[in-house]
């Protein structure tokens, strides 16, 4: 070896060592996933489909931008997905997410990507480190592959597992988000910013490409049918119903919407384990908390506030995550999923 390029490769060796930036850069990961997974990472990466568009060719938004409630041009009844994390509260509209799927924020201090698929009709949230999360333009179940900047790592998002590149196998870390209305999230949290349409990407926000929620009608229709192909099929529901589901190492879990608007409180046995259910009616979600010990939880003691329930015997157990999704979708990555609130379950 020449002696200058000794000194070069130590020093290119220091800084993979002490940048800041290589530091960083890597996306926050587990090496044991929190969810069930019904199929090996071959069985999802043979199931990955194009989607359409190439890589990036749904642009996520990477510098987002802000304005107060007041200058929000919503109406009462639009979705937003809303994130309440360090006593900020953040709307991302639906109506934007759906041409972007993806934005990478950062909310009290913390680099967060804000995750939408409008196919399986999820969102979720991730803590991203200084990675970044972009659009794949791949699909599995119908679901957006998300992909790591950094490493090149893909993700399914509803399964939150990498099931290809470096990561494969780990888990991301998740956050809860909120899916409801404009004027709900606005009642709850009076001080949340919201996502600007200014994205720096020439869009048109007033239209939704695969139909409309308010009212309901094209794609999302409960019984139209879906576009892609997946890896299991159940008719228990009509494919495109919205639950809410929750899973964990010993299974998966979703209850009907009708289920959460009916009932205050729903008790699930999942594995070897115990879990509660409450109903925010407001935000017309739920919350989902782990509780082995069947603590009685008293409905007229719960306090509804911007971090969630609170309150009524909650104070002992530990949170769950959860989002909502299609039904077809949630089907397909966790086929032996416990089913609450289906028609047949109704007393």
Known sequence: MSRWRCPTLLVFVAWLLLSPTAALAALPTEETPRVPLAYSLQEFREAVRAGGPGKDGIPSIDRP???????????????????????????YPQRILVWHEIVNDTVDGRPVSITYCPLTGSALGFHRGDAELGVSGRLVNSNLVMYDRTTGSEVPQMLGVAIDGPLA?????????VWTTWDAWKTRHPDTRVLSRETGHVRNYRHDPYGSYAPLRGYYRPQSARLFPVMTESR??????SVLGFRTIQGAAAVTREALRREAVIELAVGDSHYT???????????????????????????????????????????????????FAWAAFYPDTLLYGAAEDVP
């Open 277 to 327: 259910v409450i109903s925010d009616a407001d935000l017309a979600t739920g919350w989902v908390f782990h509780n082995p010990r069947r603590v009685e939880i008293r409905v007229d003691d719960l306090t509804f506030g911007p971090a969630g329930v609170s309150g009524g015997g909650t104070e002992a157990l530990g949170p769950i995550h959860a989002f909502e999704a299609m039904w």
């Open 169 to 177: 196998g780990r888990g991301l870390e998740e956050l809860r988000l």
């Open 65 to 91: 931008r802000f304005h107060s409630a007041a200058e929000a041009r919503l109406a009462p009844d639009d979705l937003v997905i809303g994130l309440y994390l360090g006593g900020e509260a953040r709307a």
């Open 236 to 241: 228990r529901l009509p494919p495109k119903a």
